[in-house]
């Protein structure tokens, strides 16, 4: 699933294209990817027409696309979403699920192979859909208060690796920075957040930072043709990642080999050394 970095990539690029753009038609290829548009997907395309998006907006991994009216064009990436802008004779790509021709000439479409994702109407939602006002800030809003978010998380008792993920205390991290960050801050995943000092949390919290900084740079992280930028272009900070994916690999600072661990469905990647438990 896409994490920040990817999915503040793929806001910017719609920032670029299609701010100030009006809806001419919008074509739902499959009912899936609006199904909380309860009254279908006809009246979803209908109520959309001509309406003109503003600057699109991110919390954490959540993306949305405001109306100059007041509403929002709220969209879930889930694992495989992808906003692609192309003309609209360009052959489709393959699982385009949502098409919207623009007033410029353009077409935006929505691509989704696993259809996790969603695109729905949030009413009143061009500042913040109501749908994420539960979400937390992320490490780059301006308006995070970092010594709170501090605190916070050195409060919870579970391990720090499940505190970084839960989008109610931050938002934006997933678990390839969740790794990443605990192996930049030589934190064993499974500590818990109570066990650390606060300013040991501090350093997780900003290697996290430092660490999806550096994927934005690079336009995210890419694995798979699953997740690209509008323009198609995948992310290639997936060559400078320290543990995740890199299991049995000897680690950068002590050449210990990664280890890879079950946690819930996913895994964790660390260094048994660097990393160790207490």
């Known amino acids: 699933m896409p994490e920040m ?4 990539v793929v ?4 920032a670029d294209t299609v701010t100030h753009r009006s809806v001419l038609h919008v074509s739902v290829l499959h009912p899936r990817p609006v199904r909380a548009h309860l009254t279908g997907p006809d009246d ?3 109520t959309l027409v001509g309406r003109r998006f503003g600057v699109a907006a991110r919390r954490g991994k959540f993306l949305w696309l405001p109306f100059d009216d007041g509403d929002a064009l709220l969209a879930h990436l889930g694992m495989s979403g992808q906003f692609r802008i192309n003309v609209p004779t360009a052959p489709l790509q393959r699982h385009t699920r949502v098409l919207f021709d623009l007033d410029d000439g353009a077409q935006l479409r929505f691509v989704d192979q696993r259809m996790f994702g969603g695109l729905s109407l949030a009413p009143d939602g061009a500042e913040l859909p109501a749908a994420v006002a539960h979400i937390a800030r992320d490490l780059f809003d301006p308006a995070l208060d970092l010594p709170a978010l501090v605190a916070r ?4 008792r579970s391990a720090i690796k499940r505190v970084l993920l839960d989008q ?12 990443e960050a605990l192996w930049l801050a030589r934190v064993n995943p499974e500590t818990p957040a109570d066990g650390l000092s606060l300013a040991t949390v501090r350093r997780v919290l900003e290697s996290a930072r430092e660490i999806m900084a550096a994927a934005l740079a690079q336009g995210g992280t890419s694995f ?3 997740y690209v930028n509008v323009n198609g272009e995948s992310g290639y900070f997936s060559r400078d990642l320290h543990v995740y994916k890199r299991d049995g690999e000897p680690c950068e600072r002590c050449g ?4 890879r661990v079950a946690f ?8 048994p050394h660097c990393q160790r438990s207490h």
């Open 44 to 46: 979803f395309a209908a």
């Open 153 to 156: 998380v050195h409060g919870k």
């Open 11 to 14: 806001r910017r690029g719609l």
């Open 264 to 271: 819930t469905n996913r895994s964790s990647h660390f260094c």
């Open 224 to 226: 798979d043709d699953l």
């Open 256 to 259: 210990t080999p990664i280890k």
């Open 168 to 179: 109610r205390v931050v938002s934006g991290i997933g678990n390839i920075y969740a790794d």
């Open 5 to 8: 970095p990817e999915v503040e």
